[in-house]
């Protein structure tokens, strides 16, 4: 069964830590793994990552694939109180191109 | 703003009653998507269409149907609704094909079944 798992499920950090997420998958027939950012609404698109060790990387956030062992990371450095939000990932997986999805990790940002 | 509006944002609705949700794009894009939310399951494919009147089942489409009479518009219909449909709907647009592109959401309409 195709699945997608995210650790942590919840995060608390202080503004300024670097935190890593991550997001391991077992799907038939990989197509791309994608990150989204929830804030109590609509998830918004981070990135989409289809080729292994290849960064992508906006501003504070960057993050990468790991084809062979199956996983990716989201880094968040010098983190905001703004960044405080469910993080989702997501694989696209089979001929259909249908999307699984991870239940997200819920991170928090303190001052 | 990716042009996607839902309708409505809340309802409360009885068991048993019809519930049509809106969604409205001005983006011309041909795939449009149906989620549900729910806390221990994630985002859950409802139904999703290819093109005006080209509608196909996700994974969890009983007691739903959907119909795309215009590119700009896809409604989602619980037929009876059931307090299992209590949930966070979404509807989502892509440019390309498939749902492992880029993703547009709308802002979610919070529907009670009581």
């Known amino acids: 069964e195709d699945k997608v798992v995210q650790s942590p499920l919840s995060l608390v950090v202080h503004e300024g830590d670097t935190v890593t997420l991550n997001c391991s998958y077992e799907v038939t027939n990989f197509r791309s793994l994608l990150w989204y950012k929830q804030e109590k609404k609509a998830p918004t698109f981070l990135f989409m990552l289809?080729?292994s060790g290849i960064e992508k990387k906006s501003g504070r956030l960057s993050s990468i694939l790991d084809k062979k062992e199956l996983f990716s990371i989201l880094n968040i450095t010098a983190t905001q109180t703004g960044d405080s939000a469910v993080y989702l990932c997501a694989s696209g997986a089979g001929n259909n191109r249908k999307l699984i999805w991870g239940l997200g990790t819920s991170l928090a940002v303190n001052p | 703003d990716a042009g996607i509006t839902q309708s409505p944002r809340h309802k409360v609705t009885e068991t048993g009653t019809p519930v049509t949700l809106r969604c409205h794009q001005t983006?011309?894009?041909?795939?449009m998507y149906w989620y549900r939310q729910d806390p221990g399951h994630g985002l859950r494919l409802i139904h999703y269409s290819y093109g005006v009147k080209d509608t196909d089942k996700g994974e969890v489409s009983d007691g739903y149907s959907v119909s795309r009479s215009k590119t700009e518009d896809f409604l989602l219909t619980l037929e009876s609704a059931t307090s299992s449909q209590t949930s966070v709907y979404f509807c989502a647009i892509t440019e390309g094909q498939g749902m492992d592109t880029e993703a547009f959401f709308g802002q979610g309409t919070r529907l009670t079944v009581v």
């Open positions: 289809t080729s």
């Open positions: 983006e011309n894009h041909r795939y």
